[in-house]
Structure formats: structure tokens, C-alpha cells
T-cell receptor, first 114, second 112 residues
Framework: GNSVTQMEGPVTLSEEAFLTINCTYT??????LFWYVQYPGEGLQLLLK?????DKGSNKGFEATYRKETTSFHLEKGSVQVSDSAVYFC?????????????FGTGTRLTIIP | NAGVTQTPKFQVLKTGQSMTLQCAQD?????MYWYRQDPGMGLRLIYY???????DKGEVPNGYNVSRLNKREFSLRLESAAPSQTSVYFC???????????FGPGTRLTVT
């Protein structure tokens, strides 16, 4: 079945540092890939997505590239801010129409210190 | 532009009490989902509904029932609450064709 493995947290960085959160997946077919962000006390928000190999999703300075050869979708940001402190979830959705469920990683808690 | 709404935001129950969590979406999505989120556990799927009139079990359905009342609304019922059901509950709906899901703000449930 489908699975997502993401970097164990927590991750603590200083403001303006470079961020990478690793995510790898196992899936049949051609899944769509997502990063979600959850701020304290809130629901999950879609951060970015990529739907086919070599696609790059981007939003709010975050980027992730769909790498089929390495089955990876690592999240990066060049210069993090205190406001980026949150929990980040990698997820995949199967391409086949009948597969209607998202598979999530366990989440990575990110804390940015000033 | 409400997206996915959930009520209530917070609830405290005593063991054995029942309650229904309400969820509605205004995006005309066919598929809707209920998840629970426990510390350190990520999200676990309780039930989902691929379309109006259909529901299916997820990973952790025991102790829960659901109703897909119409295309907009998907409710989750706890018939006899237990302390193990203390959690944050999220409802979501799915946007075709890529399958991203949009989440509500959550219901924080404590069972004492």
C-alpha cells in the first residue's frame, strides 16, 4: 500500500536559516504529492502540491520538487521566519480515480528562534 | 468563502455520553472525511464518504458512526464516549482531480 516517510522532528532553526524537511514515499501508479502546514490550534492548510514527475510546487517561499527517480518530495525554504513555526505534513493521493484517500506522514514540528 | 466548517469548536463529555460533531463544506466536493489527531500520532482516518449516500470505514472506526446527510454535510457520532476518544477531530473534503483535501478548523474533544 501507499506510505509516506518524513523527517523526524522536532527541528529548531534560527531565523533566516535554510530549511529542508525530507519526505519520501511508496506508492503504486502516479500519485499527487502535497505539503500541508498546521499552525498551533488550527486545522491543516494546503501549502503546495505537485501532480507529476519533475513538477515543482511553490508557495510563500517554500518549494518542493516531485522526484520520481528517488520517490522524494523534500520541502525547502531559503530563509525561514519566526512565523514559519508550525507542524508540516507530507502527503500523497493516488492517481487512480478509485483511490480517494490521502496518506500522511507523521508530521515534522518546526520551531524558528529569533 | 467558508470552505469547511465544523461545530462545536470545543466539547467536554463524561464517559458514556453521546454527541454528534457537525461538518459542512460549500465547495461542492463529492468526497468528505473524518480524521482524529492525537499527539505524536499524526492524522488517522476514521470514516470517509466518497459521495452522497455512501460511507466507508477508515483506519480507526470503532466507537464512531457517520452520516452523509447530503452533499454538503457529513456528521460524526460518538454513541458512548470513552476517555480514549479524547482527541482533536478534523473534517475534510476532497478536490478532484489531484485529490488535495481542505480541512476544517477542528473540534477539540475531552472525555473525562
Amino acid at each position: 500500500g501507499n506510505s509516506v516517510t518524513q523527517m523526524e522532528g522536532p527541528v529548531t532553526l534560527s531565523e533566516e536559516a535554510f530549511l529542508t524537511i525530507n519526505c519520501t514515499y511508496t506508492a503504486t501508479g502516479y500519485p499527487s504529492l502535497f505539503w500541508y502546514v498546521q499552525y498551533p490550534g488550527e486545522g491543516l492548510q494546503l501549502l503546495l502540491k505537485a501532480t507529476k514527475a519533475d513538477d515543482k510546487g511553490s508557495n510563500k517561499g517554500f518549494e518542493a520538487t516531485y522526484r520520481k527517480e528517488t520517490t522524494s518530495f523534500h520541502l525547502e525554504k531559503g530563509s525561514v521566519q519566526v512565523s514559519d513555526s508550525a507542524v508540516y505534513f507530507c502527503a500523497l493521493s493516488g492517481y487512480n480515480f478509485g483511490n480517494e484517500k490521502l496518506t500522511f506522514g507523521t508530521g515534522t514540528r518546526l520551531t524558528i528562534i529569533p | 468563502n467558508a470552505g469547511v466548517t465544523q461545530t462545536p469548536k470545543f466539547q467536554v463529555l463524561k464517559t458514556g455520553q453521546s454527541m454528534t460533531l457537525q461538518c459542512a463544506q460549500d465547495m461542492n466536493h463529492n468526497s468528505m472525511y473524518w480524521y482524529r489527531q492525537d499527539p505524536g500520532m499524526g492524522l488517522r482516518l476514521i470514516y470517509y464518504s466518497a459521495s452522497e449516500g455512501t460511507t466507508d470505514k477508515g483506519e480507526v472506526p470503532n466507537g464512531y458512526n457517520v452520516s452523509r446527510l447530503n452533499k454538503r454535510e457529513f456528521s460524526l457520532r460518538l454513541e458512548s464516549a470513552a476517555p480514549s476518544q479524547t482527541s482533536v477531530y478534523f473534517c475534510a473534503s476532497r478536490s478532484p482531480p489531484q485529490g488535495e483535501q481542505y480541512f476544517g478548523p477542528g473540534t477539540r474533544l475531552t472525555v473525562t
